[in-house]
């Protein structure tokens, strides 16, 4: 899993480097899966499942008020001021690894800039309390505080999850919660921790193509995402950049 993380990180550290104004999602997403698999590894969102729909992509583009899961396209052209959520995960060696990060096309507004940094520093806040033997509210928890306490909202309706064999597994994890609640962490856990912020309203909704998420009220929505294991020294984030 270690190896799935750099692996994954060193790929998404060049596709940040390709989001410029007048490029195309999908433009995106072909470098994304051609960088995987000269890897040797396996995109692990292509030909995923859910609920009888397969996502045809191996990024997730997710731009201004979509959320996560927005399918890249070829007439989705960046421009400057947008900012868009880069979430993606492979497969190696029979593991998983996942991560997102949120950039911003050329300049951002001083509201944009605070979105992307809140969402950056609630996933660091976050991952900084990892110890052992503390409960996942309290991580949650820090996350939300961290977030609200900005003047942002955090997503409700998704979280992040466990990750190994499988690319969602057990626990699921909320980025709202109560301190001293849920399970406890435990050396060997492997998480994937992505706060979903929003600068309105935390309600979303799913497009009719049954994969993007989009805020409810038309604001700005941020993602970020690291494949975390838990151990006797604290968290070890496996996709750091």
């Not at 692990?44 to 397969?54: C, L, N, S, V, W």
Request: aromatic letters at 6%; proline letters at 3%; one cysteine or more.
């Amino acid at each position: 899993m270690r190896r799935a993380g750099q692996i994954l990180a060193g790929i998404m550290k060049m596709i940040v480097l390709r989001v410029r104004e007048n490029i195309s999602t999908l433009e995106l997403d072909q470098v994304a899966e051609e960088l995987i698999l000269k890897a040797g590894a396996e995109p692990a969102f292509k030909g995923y499942k859910d609920k009888g729909r397969i996502y045809p992509a191996t990024l997730c583009t997710s731009v201004n008020n979509q959320v996560v899961h927005a399918i890249p396209q070829k007439d989705q052209i960046l421009k400057m001021g947008d900012i868009v959520g880069l979430d993606c995960g492979l497969k190696y060696q029979d593991y998983y690894s996942d991560m997102a990060v949120t950039i911003s096309v050329g300049r951002p507004s001083p509201q944009t800039k605070k979105l992307i940094k809140v969402t950056k520093k609630s996933l660091e806040r976050g991952i900084r309390i990892i110890k052992l033997g503390i409960r996942l509210g309290d991580l949650s928890w820090a996350i939300q505080s961290w977030i609200e306490k900005n003047g942002f909202s955090v997503v409700r309706q998704l979280g992040g999850h466990g990750i190994g064999r499988e690319l969602h597994e057990e626990p699921s994890i909320l980025n709202y919660g109560e301190k001293q609640t849920g399970p406890v962490l435990k050396e060997g856990m492997v998480l994937a921790i992505e706060p979903m912020v929003n600068v309105g309203g935390w309600r979303v909704k799913t497009l009719d193509d049954g994969w993007t998420v989009v805020t409810e009220d038309g604001s700005l929505s941020a993602h970020f995402e690291h494949t975390i294991l838990v151990t006797r020294h604290g968290a070890e984030i496996l996709t750091r950049i």
